[in-house]
Nanobody, 127 residues
Framework: QVQLVESGGGLVQAGGSLRLSCAAS????????MGWFRQAPGKEREFVAGITWNGGSTYYGDSVKGRFTIARNTVKNTVYLQMNSLKPEDTAVYYC????????????????????WGQGTQVTVSS
C-alpha cells in the first residue's frame, strides 16, 4: 500500500499558476502509475492527468490538455501537477492516487482502478 499526501493548493486568479505535489511513502512507489483527479461540488470525480510507472508516458483529460503537466521524481517519491492558465472551472479538490496494479501498461482514467488516495488539496480560481 502507498500512502499519499498532497500539498500546494490555494487561491489564485484566473490565468495564474499553481504546482501541486504528492508525497508518497512506501518502497514500491516506483512500480505504480500515478494519477491526479479532481472533484468540484456537485460533480463526479474527474480524471485530470496520469503518468506511467516509469514516467515514460503522460495522459491528460481533455479539459486540461496544453495547460497542465504531470511529472514524477522517483528519488523523492513525489508526483507533481503543474497547472498553468488556470480558469475558474478548474476550481475543485484535487486528489492524487496510486494505481492498484503494479507495472500497468499505460494509465487508467478510471477512479476505480486506483487503490490509494491522498486527502485532497483545495484549488480555487477566482475570475
Amino acid at each position: 500500500q502507498v500512502q499519499l499526501v498532497e500539498s500546494g493548493g490555494g487561491l489564485v486568479q484566473a490565468g495564474g499558476s499553481l504546482r501541486l505535489s504528492c508525497a508518497a511513502s512506501g518502497r514500491t512507489f516506483s512500480r505504480y502509475a500515478m494519477g491526479w483527479f479532481r472533484q468540484a461540488p456537485g460533480k463526479e470525480r474527474e480524471f485530470v492527468a496520469g503518468i506511467t510507472w516509469n514516467g515514460g508516458s503522460t495522459y491528460y483529460g481533455d479539459s486540461v490538455k496544453g495547460r497542465f503537466t504531470i511529472a514524477r521524481n522517483t528519488v523523492k517519491n513525489t508526483v507533481y501537477l503543474q497547472m498553468n492558465s488556470l480558469k475558474p472551472e478548474d476550481t475543485a479538490v484535487y486528489y492524487c492516487a496510486a494505481d492498484q496494479m503494479t507495472l500497468r501498461i499505460g494509465v487508467s482514467p478510471e477512479a476505480v482502478d486506483y487503490a490509494s488516495w491522498g486527502q485532497g488539496t483545495q484549488v480555487t480560481v477566482s475570475s
